[in-house]
């Protein structure tokens, strides 16, 4: 299996600050890579797909690209509502996998 | 709007076996793959099962192959995971999720879950 190789587990940051989120997959996936904001109690919601493709709906300061094997999410300005756990995850082959999440906390 | 709610879950016995189902609305069914994707409390998430639009592929992880089966009903939009030979671990939050291909996409839309508690 592909595995997802998610940093940093736990990031403090403050309003306005820009912060970024790495992934890093076991072998090559493409751009087959999607990006997910969980809150606590509710259902994980796309943020990102195909690597860098904006989900409808989701704010233009979330943005997603990619370097080989290595994947990046970066949001430009936190807000507040953006205090979540964010999970990466490869769609290149069965069976999925996610990375490990990252718990994105106010400072 | 894309709406996936499920049901079926609630406490069973090591060893026991659960249905889960998801009724699905909202989109053309059977043109979609749909995934089974757990948390376990506290933990982050875990894809279990995945199956093609036509149901004619399926896939599942190691944790739960040979004790699990997903199927699909396209005339009833709903999906389905038969758990069985339950174990301490299986417990978890299972949400059904959609996928944006007949095969082997990201997940676009999710269910708001299904709680499986397996203790003795």
């Given at each position: 299996?592909?595995?997802?190789?998610?940093?940093?587990?736990?990031?403090?940051?403050?309003?306005?600050?820009?912060?970024?989120?790495?992934?890093?997959?076991?072998?090559?996936?493409?751009?087959?890579?999607?990006?997910?904001?969980?809150?606590?109690?509710?259902?994980?919601?796309?943020?990102?797909?195909?690597?860098?493709?904006?989900?409808?709906?989701?704010?233009?300061?979330?943005?997603?690209?990619?370097?080989?094997?290595?994947?990046?999410?970066?949001?430009?300005?936190?807000?507040?509502?953006?205090?979540?756990?964010?999970?990466?995850?490869?769609?290149?082959?069965?069976?999925?996998?996610?990375?490990?999440?990252?718990?994105?906390?106010?400072? | 709007?894309?709406?996936?709610?499920?049901?079926?879950?609630?406490?069973?016995q090591p060893g026991?076996?659960?249905?889960?189902?998801?009724?699905?609305?909202?989109?053309?069914?059977?043109?979609?793959?749909?995934?089974?994707?757990?948390?376990?409390?506290?933990?982050?998430?875990?894809?279990?099962?995945?199956?093609?639009?036509?149901?004619?592929?399926?896939?599942?992880?190691?944790?739960?192959?040979?004790?699990?089966?997903?199927?699909?009903?396209?005339?009833?939009?709903?999906?389905?995971?038969?758990?069985?030979?339950?174990?301490?671990?299986?417990?978890?939050?299972?949400?059904?999720?959609?996928?944006?291909?007949?095969?082997?996409?990201?997940?676009?839309?999710?269910?708001?879950g299904a709680l499986?508690?397996?203790?003795?």
């Open positions: 299996d592909i595995q997802m190789t998610q940093s940093p587990s736990t990031l403090s940051a403050s309003v306005g600050d820009r912060v970024t989120i790495t992934c890093r997959a076991s072998q090559s996936i493409s751009d087959r890579l999607a990006w997910y904001q969980q809150k606590p109690g509710k259902a994980p919601n796309l943020l990102i797909y195909k690597a860098s493709s904006l989900e409808i709906g989701v704010p233009s300061r979330f943005s997603g690209s990619r370097s080989g094997a290595e994947f990046t999410l970066t949001i430009s300005s936190l807000q507040p509502d953006d205090f979540a756990t964010y999970y990466c995850q490869q769609y290149n082959s069965y069976s999925f996998t996610f990375g490990q999440g990252t718990k994105l906390e106010i400072k | 709007e894309v709406q996936l709610l499920e049901s079926g879950g609630g406490l069973a026991e076996s659960l249905r889960l189902s998801c009724a699905a609305s909202g989109f053309t069914f059977s043109r979609y793959a749909m995934s089974w994707v757990r948390q376990a409390p506290g933990k982050g998430l875990e894809w279990v099962s995945a199956i093609s639009g036509s149901a004619d592929s399926t896939y599942y992880a190691d944790s739960v192959k040979g004790r699990s089966t997903i199927s699909r009903d396209n005339s009833k939009n709903t999906l389905y995971l038969q758990l069985t030979s339950l174990r301490v671990e299986d417990t978890a939050v299972y949400f059904c999720a959609k996928e944006d291909y007949e095969t082997g996409g990201h997940l676009d839309h999710w269910g708001q499986v508690t397996v203790s003795s």
